[in-house]
Structure formats: C-alpha cells, structure tokens
C-alpha cells in the first residue's frame, strides 16, 4: 500500500479531530453497553476571555490522556468542558474597549447597556480558548459544553446562595477585605500577588501617659498610625512586663490607646511592641476582634485619608499622608530611626495596584462551618486521595483547619448579582428570584443589591452544577457524580478544590471527585515563572505549528507532576520519534500485501521463532507497564516504555529481525505469515500510543489492513472506525517470556557490540567481517539466530568457539554478558598504521580535555560559585572522556602488530 513519504500532522490534526467531533465519539452516548462503568472529568474552566497557555496544554493532556485511555477500556466515558465568566477581568477587557474605540464608561451606558455589550463581547471573543482546545485534540464532549453564566448555572449559583443563607452560613455585614483602589472591587486572594519590595522600616515613639518612658514600635506604614487603637506585645516578653494595661499618648491624634498582650506578637520583629490598627489591616482585625478594640477607618476606598484622620490629613492620599505623619513625628523628636528594609508587598492582580486592606459591608460566608464535612472526609477517609499525597494532602487539610470567613460579594457588575433585594425601609429579602421576594415582602418596590459574586463562587459548584444539580433527578448528575479526578494546579487547592467538596458534599451528599492530580509548573528556560508582563511565555499553538501536536503532547505528559523548564529540543526529539514511527509503519504498509491485522501469530507461542515470541513478550509487558502507569498517574513511565517499546524494540529490532521474511519477493504463507506479525504488533502498539498521540495513531490505524468495524471494543459496536474506540491492549501475561527476552538481548548484544567495532575502527560498510564467538554456554541461543547476525553484522562467517584463544592476535574484541566474547579479525579490513594513528590523536585530545576538567572541578572557588547544574555537566564529562579513553586503549591493544 501506498503511503506519503513523509507525515503532515497539521492536515491529519484537523481532519480527524473534525471526523471524531462530528461522528460523537466523544460523547459517552456512543458507549452502547448499558453495564459499562463510568468515567468522568470535569475539565477546569479556563477564562472566556483567556486563550491557551502552557499550564493549560499541560492540564487538557492530561485529562485526554486519561480520558481516552478510560475510553479504550469501554468505560463510559464524559469528559466535560466549559468556561469561567471571569468577572473582573472580562469586565475590565470591555471597558477598555468602550474607552479606545468610543471614549465611553460604563457607567455612561448604564448597567443594563453595558451588560448587553460584554455579552456581545463574549459572543464574539470569548470562544477563542475553545477553538484552541479543539487544535490540542482535547476528546471533550462538546454538546455538553457548560458556562458559568448559563441559565441553569445561574440558577445553581441562587440556590447555593439562599440555602446558605436560610442556614445562617451567609450574612450581610462588616469584616475585612483586600479592596483594590483602582478598581474598585473587593478582591479575592487569587486577584492578589505579593511581591518583594525594597522599602523603609519606620520606628516610631509613642509616650507612655504618666511616666518619662515612650514605647517604640516599628511599622511599614506609619500613615495607618492615625488609625491605632492599641500596641500589643508578647505576654512572654519580660522587656513590656510592666507596661501591660498601660496607657499611651497616640501622637497627632489626642487619643489615648491601651497596651494589650497577644500571642501573635513576634517579640524578634522591630521592637517587639506593634502597633494595632484593627480597620486596615487583617492581622491587626483579628486582633482587635480578640481584644475588643475600636475600628477606626481612616483610609477610605479610594486610598485617600478620611476625616477620622484628622483634619490635618484628611482628602490625602496615603502615601501623601505617609510622608507628612513621617514629618511631623521628626518635629515631635518622636522619629527615633528610619532604616532601609525589604517586605512583601500586595498589589492587584490585573492593574498592579498597592491593595488596601479595609472595614467593609460585604456579603460573606462562614466556610468554617461549610467546611466541616470536607475536613472530616480528608482526615478520617483520606477523600478526596491527592498525588502526589506529599505535600498537596497536608496543605489541603491544613487550610480546612484554618478556614476563614469569605468575602462573597464584588463592586462589578458583570457576573452573578447577588440574590438579594431591599425595601424603602432597608430590609432585605434573600429569594431565588425577584416574584419570589416580593411575594415575601409585599410589595413592588424593591431594589436588587448592586453587587455581584466574587467568580470563585460559581466555580465552587461546577462538578454539580454542569451536571444538573439542583435538579438531584438530572440523568447526568445521577450518572456522572462524584467525578473520577480532577486535574488541576497547586496554586488552586484552596481557593478552589477545597471549595468544590464542600458544596459537593453539602449538596450532593458525596464527595466531588475520587481523586485530585496535581500537575507540575513549567517556567521559562532560565526557570522564571512565565507571564505576559515579562514577556517570557510559550505559545503552545507556535510549538503545534513547528513540531506538531502529538510531539507537544508526548512533552506534556511526560512532564505530569514535576515542575520543569521549558525546552524546544524535548519537542523535537518527539518529533523525531513520531517521524520514527511513521516511516517504521510506512516500511510495514508497503510491505503489507497479504497481510492481516490479527494474523500471525497462530499455534502455541513456543513454536515460534526467537525473536516473534521476544517481541510478544515485550509487547505484554510494556501493555501491563504503561497500564499500570496511567491508572497510578505516573505519566512519565508510561512514555518512557512506550518510547522505547516503539524505537528499540519494534522500529531498530523487530523490523530488522524479520525484514528478510517481510521484504521477500515472491508470495508464499511464511512471508504473508511474517508481514501479518509485524502489521499486527504495529496495530496493537498504535493503540498503546494513542491517548498520547492520537493522530498519527489514527492517522496510520485506518491504513492497516484488515481494519474494520469489527476492530472495535465491543461496547462501541456499530460505530464509525476509529482507533479511539478500539480496545486499549491488555497484557497476556502467558505471553510475557522472560527466557525469550533473556536469549534475544545476548543476540541483540552480540550484534550491536560487532556493529560497534565496524564503527569505530572504520570498517567500510561493504566489507564483510569474520566473526568468533566464545559463547558462554549460549551456543544453541546465537546458532538460532545466526542468519540474522550474519545480515546485521555483515559477516561472511560466523563462527562458535569455547575459547578465543587461538583468534588471530589482530582481533577486535568485546566482552559480552555472561561469560560471552566476540572477536572480529581485522587483517585485510584496515590500514593498521593509519587507524592506530587516528586512535591516538583522539586518546590524546580527550586527556588533555580531562586534565582542563578535572583542573576546574578541583578549583574550589569554581565549585562554590558556578550553577550546580553546571558542576554536574562537568562530572558527567570527564566520566564519559574516562570511558572513552578506555575503550581507545583497547582498539591500540588490538590494532598492536
């Protein structure tokens, strides 16, 4: 059969994901055994208004790694997509473009206006991140595609609400916030980054009332003095043991502020005294809270100093305030240092913003109370069952145990609006709709609440939610939940995971998923976290486009769990490993005519010849590893046997062992027979290699003779071929012949180490070679075989000697496994002179390559100060030179006249 020379995975990506999509194979309907277990993911809902980055195409790998191995073992299988409405940055995304094209707010359109304009935006941009999924080859089921803003999901999000409420777990009130000033929003602590900041350390001196004696305490920010209602220090620090209950005179304000003990106080940090300003800052909140102090604001929420302040300082902005309390301190003689210090800084996560931490009137939820029953779950079932368990179960837990109140509502209006409506009078009415509030309340005239839901909220209910729940009858919430695992990334366990098994258990009565993986970060080359605002990141539709996506894919999985640095060579090496496989399939097909996917592999395996029953061993076995691999999500084992399964021992070996029989002329059964053996390892070793590399799978699957309906898994019965609902190989283990695979290496052996001598005494490729061979007690093993070493060695003779010792003395010898030697003469097949010179000047330039080496790696200011990364190459050579040498020294010995 004919096959092009050469693979074009962008014509294959597109036809067969197009093909799949629109046959359903991805749907779990296509699965017609009504016994079939079931297999479901829920895919993390990437931002409408994102489009794919790295951590993105390494989590959906995953997933469809996963998801079509799940679904070659006839499991039904639903791997659901969907997108997250990402509230303040899809809102910010259609501001910007109000402001450049028509010099418009928000606020000039009104809310309903401008909310008409981001679904309009959404529509056109927001499905971007999809169509590149589709180019990953993601197996999602795309009629099932959810949004976090679909009327069902809505509704979702309002029962989630109003129950709670009803419960008493969520309130209206005031508590603690992270406000961005810019815009204007409560944030979420993953809208917040810390980061690193060179700043001033400020000591300030606040007198002691009644006493010649001033307390001494160090801050960052000395304009939120204003805002003190107390100094703390550490009831075990002897240096304030008499100042307890103390009053202090609160310099610029006239008010008097108390001396409290607290545990929290670091008596290493500053002085050991802080100051406690309860209204801005969360620390300081939590303390006032234990103490019982007063909450005075004195920064408002545009980040200017508010008329409790002072009148001095009030309408300042804060830094502005900052640098005026400094001066007035100094005036005062109550400055005692200023010294320069690095701290970590909290800005906004999108305008970078400095965030203010203030006092506001927020909705929020007790999640401690929430949480209860997922804490319970993870400490006495260990649910859901984290991998790697270290460190991800501990971190899980330790948040559960730590839980603190959560600010639910945000100053935006794109997003979920809060359920709750207000009467002339101020009360508020918490229902499911707004008739339903009114028939509570009474009356027409009511008001919704202006805020919406922070993201995360909706998002909490996704494994419910895009199944049906609240409905608890929904077919896919029936069958689909709890889901099988979640894929998804360290930085989101909190925020996140621990959230999806509250409401999951809270609502649905079971846990949200079995099991949590999670993936590995990749960085930059130089092993920088990679961002837009660096300008450091990859593109992983640039790295589908060079090397093609199943080469990407193969990186992406063998990656898994670790953190790693980004690097193209990985992808082209996989790329050469998928052009490897391709002319290895395109060898058999052209060598195919009267073969069979099925056939060849008839009679009782022990008669057949050595190298069929050894590559049938190494079939089963790399079957029962990879499988093994996948269900322990140890993705990098399973690429590892596949790759080498493929390119050692089927591509370099296989092939070679039975070309003869293959290739030969004239038809007969014994060459059908063999041409049958190597087509039908190389079909059972594409369906191994599918869920990695699933298009030039599929791409070599449909050209394999014999292949048909009946190729299928049963439970796909009467679906359209396709290698992605075939059956995923099984180890036979009465197949797995460790004797085989013993005898056939000492062949393999033999060949590679004649095949090195040829090499590296430049044998000329068309000279045949004489070949003794000591056997160790293996004569019967390599008499077997000697036809095909012969043809892979290019012997002329091969000959089985119990002892070498009267090979000529100009032989090239190699020690072999168990007790075995190989000697090829070399008389008449080199210039001895010319090759010992040749050998030498190699021996000699790698010494003096060693001694410069070893010279550096015994410099110890070059051992301290470079990379370690670099230290270690350095080793690795100077032990690769070490075994060169050796090998040189034996080519003189047998080139010596």
């Not at 940055?89 to 359109?109: F, N």
């Not at 603690?176 to 980054?193: F, R």
């Not at 620390?283 to 980040?303: C, E, P, T």
């Not at 999985?557 to 998928?578: K, L, M």
Request: charged residues 25%; glycine residues 6%.
């Amino acid at each position: 059969m004919e096959i092009p020379k050469t693979y074009d995975p962008k014509q294959a990506e597109e036809r067969h994901y197009a093909r799949w999509e629109s046959a359903g194979c991805f749907a779990p309907e296509i699965n017609k055994d009504p016994h079939a277990p079931v297999y479901s993911i829920v895919i993390p809902p990437p931002n409408v208004t994102g489009s794919l980055h790295m951590g993105h195409a390494l989590q959906h790998t995953i997933m469809d790694v996963l998801t079509r191995y799940q679904r070659m073992l006839g499991k039904r299988t639903l791997w659901l997509p969907g997108t997250d409405h990402a509230g303040i940055s899809t809102q910010i995304q259609v501001e910007k473009q109000l402001r450049k094209e028509e010099g418009l707010t928000r606020h000039d359109l009104g809310r309903e206006k401008f909310l008409e304009r981001v679904w309009a935006w959404k529509q056109q941009y927001g499905g971007e991140i999809t169509k590149q999924m589709r180019r990953e080859g993601a197996s999602v089921d795309w009629s099932r595609e959810r949004f976090t803003m679909d009327e069902g999901l809505t509704r979702a999000v309002r029962e989630f609400f109003v129950r709670c409420y009803d419960e008493g777990l969520i309130y209206h009130g005031e508590g603690m916030i992270s406000w961005c000033p810019k815009d204007q929003t409560a944030l979420s602590d993953l809208e917040v980054e810390k980061e690193a900041q060179a700043g001033k350390l400020y000591y300030l001196q606040y007198p002691v009332k009644g006493a010649d004696r001033r307390v001494t305490v160090a801050t960052t920010r000395p304009e939120t003095m204003l805002g003190d209602t107390a100094v703390a220090v550490n009831p075990t620090d002897e240096r304030y043991a008499d100042l307890l209950g103390a009053t202090l005179e609160l310099p610029l304000t006239g008010r008097e502020i108390p001396v409290v003990a607290d545990e929290f106080v670091d008596p290493e940090f500053g002085t050991g005294a802080v100051k406690v300003t309860p209204a801005h800052d969360a620390n300081d909140y939590a303390m006032g809270q234990r103490h019982g102090l007063a909450q005075l604001k004195v920064i408002d929420q545009h980040a200017h100093m508010t008329a409790d302040a002072g009148a001095e300082f009030e309408g300042l902005d804060r830094y502005e305030a900052r640098e005026k309390v400094v001066e007035k301190f100094e005036e005062l003689g109550l400055l005692e240092k200023v010294v320069d210090y690095e701290f970590s800084i909290t800005k906004c996560g999108r305008c970078r913003t400095v965030i203010e931490p203030l006092i506001s009137l927020q909705w929020f939820l007790k999640q401690a109370e929430l949480g209860r029953a997922a804490l319970e779950a993870v400490r006495e079932k260990h649910e859901p069952r984290f991998v790697p368990e270290t460190p991800y179960e501990k971190v899980y837990t330790s948040w559960l145990e730590n839980l603190h109140d959560w600010t639910l509502s945000r100053q935006l209006w794109w997003g979920h609006r809060i359920p709750a409506w207000y009467d002339e009078a101020g009360n508020v009415y918490v229902a499911r709709s707004e008739d339903d509030a009114r028939r509570v309340a009474g009356t027409d005239k009511l008001t919704q609440d202006a805020d919406v839901l922070d993201t995360w909220f909706s998002s909490a209910l996704w494994p419910i939610s895009t199944l049906g729940w609240p409905d608890a009858d929904a077919p896919d919430l029936k069958t689909f939940y709890p889901t099988s695992v979640l894929v998804t990334g360290r930085d989101i366990i909190f925020l996140w995971v621990s959230r999806m098994m509250m409401t999951g258990l809270k609502f649905a009565g079971r846990k949200a998923f079995d099991d949590v993986y999670i993936t590995g970060t990749i960085f930059d080359k130089h092993g920088q976290r990679m961002s837009k605002s660096k300008g450091n990141g990859v593109d992983p539709l640039d790295v589908f486009d060079k090397y093609g996506v199943d080469a990407t894919r193969l990186v992406l999985a063998s990656i898994g769990g670790t953190d790693t640095r980004w690097n193209d060579n990985q992808v082209e090496s996989y790329r050469n490993f998928a052009n490897k496989i391709w002319n290895a399939a395109r060898f058999c097909l052209l060598n195919s005519e009267g073969a069979t996917v099925g056939k060849g592999f008839e009679g009782e395996p022990s008669s057949w010849a050595l190298h069929d029953r050894w590559i049938m061993s190494r079939l089963n076995r790399t079957a029962r590893e990879v499988g093994r691999a996948i269900e322990e999500y140890q993705f990098h084992e399973a690429v590892y046997a596949l790759y080498h399964f493929f390119w050692d021992d089927f591509c370099d070996w296989y092939i070679e062992l039975s070309k003869t029989d293959v290739t030969a002329q004239e038809a007969s059964p014994a060459r059908d027979a063999a041409r049958s053996r190597v087509i039908n390892v190389l079909e059972q070793a594409l369906r191994l290699l599918h869920p990695f590399m699933p298009f030039i799978t599929e791409e070599l699957w449909q050209t394999l003779p014999g292949i048909g309906g009946e190729s299928l898994h049963a439970a796909y019965a009467g679906a359209e071929p396709t290698i992605m609902l075939a059956a995923y190989p099984q180890a036979l283990e009465a197949l797995i012949d460790e004797r085989a695979e013993t005898e056939m290496q000492a062949v393999i052996e033999l060949i590679s180490r004649v095949r090195n001598i040829r090499t590296e005494l430049n044998v000329k490729p068309g000279e045949e070679v004489q070949l003794f061979v000591s056997t160790g007690g293996n004569g019967n093993v390599f008499a077997a075989s000697v036809s095909q070493i012969k043809r892979l060695t290019r012997a002329a003779s091969v000959s089985f000697k119990d002892s070498l010792a009267e090979v000529p003395r100009a032989s090239a010898r190699q020690a072999l496994a168990g007790g075995v030697e190989v000697a090829v003469p070399l008389e008449g097949l080199i210039d001895f002179e010319q090759e010992r010179a040749r050998v030498g000047r190699e021996r000699e330039k790698l010494e003096k390559e060693s001694q410069r080496l070893e010279a550096q790696l015994s410099n110890p200011q070059f051992t301290e100060r470079a990379p370690a990364e670099k230290v270690e190459e350095l080793r690795q050579r100077v032990a690769e030179i070490r075994q060169r040498t050796d090998a040189l020294a034996q080519m003189l010995e047998a080139l010596a006249e």
